[in-house]
């Protein structure tokens, strides 16, 4: 399993939220290149990076950062959300070194523009699914949608999707540890590797996530995306990695 650490973007600067909310933000550094080149020095395998601006825009408003983080770390793999909502946006990102994109509100919105992206970028396509209780919420968290993330999951699983990153928003950011049974649940009933992200929060949260890791059913859980615990010390990022490396 690998441990992800989270560099989300906002104004050009290296934040975290809680629960989604931009007005409630913490700025952790003004270069989030250096902070990219720290995370690789401890050990990271793939970075994620959030625009948080364009999640909110609906286009890249960070894309010169995370270009820049690209090709300062050509050999570390990048995965990249918010604000993608077209197949120019994936095409440019890819081009300027980017591994994977992640299709997050346009998936709900627009499930057909998935298939579409998987089609013309096989490989690299990344299903972004918020929830709050079980609900998908879109545009930054804004809105909670009447969809269940369990059955929206399904219908990505034809389309040749990499992987689909959980988050719990209820829990992102509060370092009240992960909704390990909502990301087993999804892990069991998808064809498609998991991704847990909100919450993780402490070594506690990796050992139980490396624990059901590999599912009976389903594709099982692939990675744990960490943010405010690394930052503030709760979590030692290759303590961590080591401790899946060995599970």
């Not at 990499?162 to 390990?180: C, E, F, K, L």
């Not at 389903?218 to 979590?235: C, D, F, K, V």
Request: aromatic residues 6%.
């Amino acid at each position: 399993m690998l441990v992800i650490p989270a560099i989300d973007l906002k104004d050009g600067q290296c934040v975290r939220l809680k629960q989604g909310r931009m007005e409630d933000s913490t700025v952790f550094s003004d270069a989030p290149e250096e902070m990219a080149a720290q995370w690789k020095e401890k050990g990271a395998r793939r970075l994620h990076l959030v625009d948080l601006n364009g999640a909110f825009a609906g286009e890249p408003v960070n894309g010169a950062i995370v270009e820049a983080i690209a090709k300062a770390h050509p050999d570390l793999p990048l995965q990249i959300g918010g604000g993608i909502r077209d197949l120019a946006t994936i095409e440019a990102y890819l081009k300027a070194g980017v591994r994977y994109v992640i299709i997050g509100t346009q998936a709900v919105k627009n499930p057909a523009f998935v298939a579409e992206a998987c089609k013309a970028f096989p490989g690299h396509v990344i299903v972004g699914l918020d929830a709050k209780d079980g609900w998908v919420a879109t545009d930054g968290w804004a809105e909670v949608s009447t969809v269940n993330v369990v059955d929206l999951a399904e219908q990505f699983a034809d389309d040749g999707v990499d992987s689909i990153i959980y988050t719990d928003i209820a829990r992102d950011g509060m370092m009240q540890g992960v909704n390990i049974e909502a990301t087993v649940r999804l892990a069991e009933a998808s064809s498609i590797p998991v991704i847990a992200s909100g919450g993780v929060s402490r070594m506690e949260d990796i050992i139980q996530l490396c624990k059901v890791a590999d599912t009976e059913t389903g594709a099982g859980i692939m990675g744990a995306i960490t943010g405010r615990a690394i930052y503030e010390g709760a979590l030692d990022l290759g303590e961590a990695q080591a401790y899946c490396d060995k599970s």
